[in-house]
């Protein structure tokens, strides 16, 4: 479980293919690794993946074809930054929503304009996903909580403030740009229990 709060943004130092699937080696200039243990869960861009072969300053991880058939992971090449987060500890503040890092799918930058010092963002979504997002709810992109503005169709918007655009990848996002999304559990579960009649 994580919080969307991004704790470092890290690189990719190698994407290795590796019989069908991909093994990503990624750099964490900031984040601290002596806390984490082979098998322990860090967000890569708002993926949970399990960190392996750890060194003082960066962790492998495998990415199975799931994984790549349903992120932007399989895109990522060497020096591509990433957000980083590692899994949340009974006990640490809950900053931002709880996120699980099962990224339901893919939404796609279909605008970004000026407003004051922040970046309004537009985004289109699958229309399955549509559903689960609402006006002031929240979202992770890239694996950063946010707050959704509007709501119209397939399309949502979100406020990007300067501290978000410095401290996480979304500072650099441009029309075309896909990020990983993921809906709001709680809004995920209600679905699904209201889809389903009592037994």
Do not use: W
Not at 30 to 50: E, F, Y
Not at 94 to 106: A, E, F, P, Q, T
Not at 117 to 134: C, D, K, M, N, Y
């Amino acid at each position: 479980m994580f919080t969307g709060i991004v704790q470092d943004v890290g690189r990719i130092e190698s994407a290795e293919p590796r019989g069908g699937d991909l093994r990503l080696r990624v750099h964490c200039p900031r984040l601290d690794l002596t806390r984490v243990a082979d098998g322990d869960s860090i967000a890569v861009q708002g993926c949970c993946l399990t960190a392996l072969d750890i060194r003082e300053r960066s962790f492998a991880a495998d990415l199975s074809r799931e994984t790549l058939n349903l992120t932007t992971l399989g895109d990522l090449r060497p020096d591509a930054a990433v957000n980083l987060e590692p899994a949340l500890r009974a006990g640490d503040a809950l900053g931002g929503h709880l996120v699980s890092g099962h990224v339901d799918g893919i939404a796609t930058v279909v605008e970004v304009a000026g407003d004051a010092r922040s970046h309004r963002v537009q985004l289109e979504v699958p229309a399955g996903l549509a559903r689960f997002i609402a006006p002031k709810g929240s979202v992770a992109l890239d694996g950063v909580s946010l707050t959704v503005n509007e709501v119209e169709g397939t399309r949502f918007g979100v406020n990007l403030i300067p501290h978000t655009q410095a401290v996480t990848t979304l500072g650099r996002l441009a029309v075309g740009t896909r990020l990983n999304l993921e809906v709001d559990l709680v809004a995920r579960y209600l679905a699904r229990l209201l889809a389903v009649p009592p037994a």
